[in-house]
């Protein structure tokens, strides 16, 4: 679903597509690419869904437009729990492992000489592959980049070159810069 003023939705409570309250939205964040998705959201869980279903998690489930089924007083997701359960729980390829995506969210992310790029936030899927890591923008870099503001920008997964406490990739700033200006639309 197409939306026109991500802020209008935070604050709103959030269910599933069974009609399951999953929490409410906390945040929201401008996309790399106006035309897809838009807009990605922060799903605070609500006691039930965090307990119940993510082992006691307090991280934010990230969503993108495609997953929203229906806004009112309250959001409608296109996903019952047990999708956004497997969504929540895929693997991304870091180097030469895997880690599952739920203890990289809200991991730091570095470029190969250890200046510091932003914060893993979410990902983007397309058929099962996830295309995208959407990594938010630390505001210095987006003031000396021109860049926009609350702005997730793409990372591709074969970037990662280790993850541990953080996330480094095999480039450098300037070059995910001419990446982002030379590929997206701002």
């Not at 069974?18 to 998705?37: C, F, I, R």
């Not at 806004?71 to 996903?79: A, E, F, G, H, I």
């Not at 936030?121 to 099962?128: P, S």
């Not at 074969?158 to 095999?170: E, G």
């Amino acid at each position: 679903m197409k939306i026109w003023n991500s802020h209008e939705l935070i604050g709103k409570e959030v269910f599933d597509a069974n009609g399951k309250a999953v929490g409410w939205v906390d945040k929201t964040w401008n996309s790399w690419n106006n035309d897809y998705p838009g807009y990605f959201f922060g799903i605070k869980m609500n006691d039930y869904v965090r307990n119940t279903y993510f082992r006691g998690g307090n991280k934010l489930i990230p969503v993108y437009n495609d997953y929203i089924r229906n806004v009112d007083n309250t959001v409608t997701l296109t996903k019952t729990m047990d999708d956004l359960c497997r969504y929540w729980t895929r693997t991304i390829p870091c180097g030469p492992t895997t880690y599952p995506v739920d203890e990289l969210i809200e991991m730091p992310v570095y470029d190969k000489f250890h200046s510091r790029v932003g914060t893993f936030t979410t990902y983007v899927e397309c058929n099962g592959q996830i295309n995208n890591l959407g990594v938010l923008l630390d505001p210095y870099i987006c003031e000396t980049c021109q860049l926009p503001y609350n702005t997730m920008f793409p990372v591709e997964p074969w970037h990662i070159t280790t993850a541990k406490s953080t996330i480094t990739l095999d480039q450098a700033l300037d070059e995910l810069k001419e990446y982002w200006q030379r590929t997206r639309k701002f």
